[in-house]
């Protein structure tokens, strides 16, 4: 084929991105824009959706202008978005209703309290694969539909929409012609039934949203409609939720491959098949892609706070300047004495889904000082990820011998490091490290033939850099001991009321 370029649009919890992607997987510019995060009361999270738009769209035009790069240079388009962040909208005006709803939003806690008096938490989890929290999506329409008049009154005539960033970012490219989310993000609404891949009507009826308001359900890859923004017409052909697509980036095609993407969260992902196994420990079971007719899924572990913990330590705490001073810090201490951050800022997620939980600082004494703490908190980053690949590990009975790494707090030798020793097992990064956008590269590039299969795509995954486990088994037993005893007293500090 004639054209150079897969366009990949990564919508994130605190940025939008716009890649173009050769057919080696290579990033051959991109462009970032961040957009404001919004606390209307503690706890609550929020973002402008219009601006979510424009800035995607506005780096789409920055990053072509820059390439030389004209719609005809490009093959077609994927979409991958943060998963759970839930927005509504007028479908006449395209106006939203209210500010989107972020992931991070403990502002339903209540409504999940209710549900889970009601019983409804083996119900959810038998059939979605995941708990009851506000992390997902259905407790934050519910809240839109009791919350805002005038989304009640919308739903009546038959004029709301409302979706996850992906639904919302499609409608807006397509002229509003295409209300549509891919199975990955729809597994994350806490509404959808993993097994017969529809949206579940009885879980729409408790939860009281009309299913007219919701996208229709379609492929990972395939055709899902044109856009003509950026002045001639480019398809739109793939969509993933950012894990998913982070997934199918690191090639973890086969039955027990394992990625950990250490982004504003840490989520970690392992490839259990074509059968969706429903955890025993709170983990999560979820669509990893569809395609071809066939849903692959994946079991998950969701931490809140790992690159947020970092931006925490520099604009909040303001214990470093930037994430190079946090990186000397930690290279030049040797180690916490005896401090222990757990960053619960909004709730603890897997493996222990306490929305109640809230950070704290641990072991300080007279000696310690900020360097202890910032080591802390990075080495905390680790620990998180311990929790849930353990209890991942006892799922399936199988150890797990490697790690496949990414995002940005991948980048920090020293976590990487202090990741492999505190598992016991070698951490790999790719040297293609924009593994999320390039999943959503590689997902649309398959359905217009730009990759071939999946063994064209597994041919540019090369391995940048291997980490391999150094700690003496005693001292990573003591750290971890030392570590759970920190989450205990983290956990149902907030206990859902405030004072």
């Keep these: 084929m004639s054209e150079k370029y897969v366009l990949a649009f990564d919508q994130g919890t605190t940025g939008s991105r716009a890649i173009l992607f050769n057919r080696s997987g290579e990033a051959v510019g991109q ?67 209210c500010d989107a709803i972020v992931w991070q939003c403990r502002r339903t806690a209540d409504i999940c309290r209710q549900a889970r008096s009601d019983g409804m938490e083996e119900n959810v989890r038998q059939r979605t694969g995941l708990l009851i929290d506000p992390y997902f999506s259905a407790t934050k329409i519910r809240w839109i539909l009791d919350n805002i008049p005038r989304a009640r009154a919308l739903s009546a005539e038959g004029n709301l929409l409302a979706g996850t960033i992906d639904s919302w970012l499609i409608w807006n490219l397509t002229g509003g012609a295409r209300h549509v989310t891919d199975y990955t993000n729809a597994s994350r609404t806490m509404l959808f039934n993993i097994h017969t891949l529809n949206w579940d009507k009885e879980l729409l009826a408790y939860f009281n949203i009309p299913a007219d308001i919701l996208p229709e359900v379609i492929s990972s890859n395939g055709f899902i409609g044109n856009t003509r923004i950026f002045g001639g017409e480019i398809p739109i052909t793939g969509a993933a939720g950012d894990q998913h697509a982070a997934l199918f980036g690191q090639t973890c095609f086969n039955e027990g491959d394992v990625k950990n993407t250490y982004g504003t969260g840490c989520f970690i992902l392992k490839n259990i098949g074509p059968r969706p196994v429903i955890s025993r420990n709170k983990l999560l079971t979820t669509i990893a892609w569809h395609l071809n007719g066939q849903a692959v899924y994946a079991m998950e572990g969701s931490i809140f706070n790992a690159g947020a913990a970092v931006e925490w330590l520099i604009k909040e705490a303001r214990l470093a300047d930037d994430v190079k001073e946090i990186n000397d810090i930690c290279d030049s ?17 897997a493996p222990y889904w306490d929305m109640d ?31 849930v690949i353990g209890v991942m590990e006892s799922e399936t009975g199988v150890p797990m011998n490697k790690l496949r790494v990414d995002g940005g707090v991948s980048q920090s030798r020293f976590v990487m490091q202090f990741q492999s020793d505190i598992l016991n097992i070698p951490s790999e990064r790719p040297k293609i490290t924009e593994t999320t956008a390039l999943g959503a590269a590689y997902l ?31 001292v990573r037993e003591e750290k971890y001991r030392m570590w759970l005893k920190a989450v205990e007293r983290a956990k149902g500090w907030a206990d859902g009321r405030v004072s």
């Design 31 to 97: 462009s970032r824009r961040t957009h404001e995060q919004i606390y209307p009361a503690p706890g609550w999270v929020s973002h402008n959706p219009k601006e979510i738009y424009f800035n995607i769209a506005e780096c789409a035009k920055r990053v072509m202008e820059n390439a030389r790069a004209r719609p005809a240079d490009i093959a077609a388009i994927g979409i991958t978005n943060q998963r759970e962040t839930l927005t509504a909208w007028d479908k006449r005006t395209g106006e939203p209703v």
């Design 333 to 349: 201490t040797p180690d916490t004495q005896g401090v222990y951050m757990m960053p619960a800022f909004s709730g603890l997620g």
């Design 357 to 387: 939980a809230r950070g704290i600082i641990c072991g300080l004494s007279l000696s310690s000082n900020r360097r202890h703490i910032v080591r802390a908190v990075m080495e905390s980053i680790a620990f998180q990820s311990k929790d």
């Design 444 to 474: 649309a590039g398959l359905a217009v033939g730009f990759y071939k299969d999946l063994d064209d795509i597994s041919r540019n995954h090369i391995i940048d850099a291997v980490y391999e486990p150094a700690m003496d088994g005693a």
